[in-house]
């Protein structure tokens, strides 16, 4: 997947633009970074376009550890979304579109880190694009 296609995903799963989406797209990977590992933060930059991977980036090796109350409040603060709700359905936009666009074995080493409450966000029930 492609950075385009990986905003586009997005953009349908949230309903919202491309500017939007990459504001979203950065709250999201920029928080989820702080939640893992530097190690699997710089092993899942290298799955994802060229463009995407600096959001990854963390200067220290250890995970902040934050439940997914605390992991909303940071994703919404930097995305500017409006409520909690909304917090939740760009994050999991983003998630959703991250799960496809690595392998399965990369998926399951960035589970391994993330609380399970975190861990949902990445399988949403009946949610494709567009729907």
């Given at each position: 997947?492609?950075h385009?296609?990986?905003?586009?995903?997005?953009?349908?799963?949230?309903?919202?633009?491309?500017?939007?989406?990459?504001?979203?797209?950065?709250?999201?990977?920029?928080?989820?970074?702080?939640?893992?590992?530097?190690?699997?933060?710089?092993?899942?930059?290298?799955?994802?376009?060229?463009?995407?991977?600096?959001?990854?980036?963390?200067?220290?090796?250890?995970?902040?550890?934050?439940?997914?109350?605390?992991?909303?409040?940071?994703?919404?603060?930097?995305?500017?979304?409006?409520?909690?709700?909304?917090?939740?359905?760009?994050a999991?936009?983003?998630?959703?579109?991250?799960?496809?666009?690595?392998?399965?074995?990369?998926?399951?080493?960035?589970?391994?880190?993330?609380p399970?409450?975190?861990?949902?966000?990445?399988?949403?029930?009946?949610?494709?694009?567009?729907?």
């Amino acid at each position: 997947m492609n950075h385009a296609e990986f905003l586009e995903a997005v953009g349908k799963r949230a309903g919202v633009p491309a500017t939007e989406a990459t504001t979203v797209v950065g709250a999201t990977l920029t928080t989820l970074a702080e939640r893992v590992s530097g190690g699997e933060a710089r092993h899942l930059a290298m799955r994802l376009p060229e463009e995407l991977r600096g959001y990854l980036h963390k200067n220290v090796d250890f995970a902040e550890q934050l439940d997914l109350v605390e992991f909303l409040n940071e994703v919404g603060v930097r995305a500017g979304t409006e409520d909690d709700d909304r917090t939740a359905e760009v994050a999991r936009a983003v998630l959703t579109t991250l799960r496809e666009a690595v392998s399965a074995e990369d998926l399951k080493g960035l589970e391994s880190e993330l609380p399970k409450d975190i861990r949902r966000l990445l399988h949403p029930l009946d949610r494709g694009i567009g729907g």
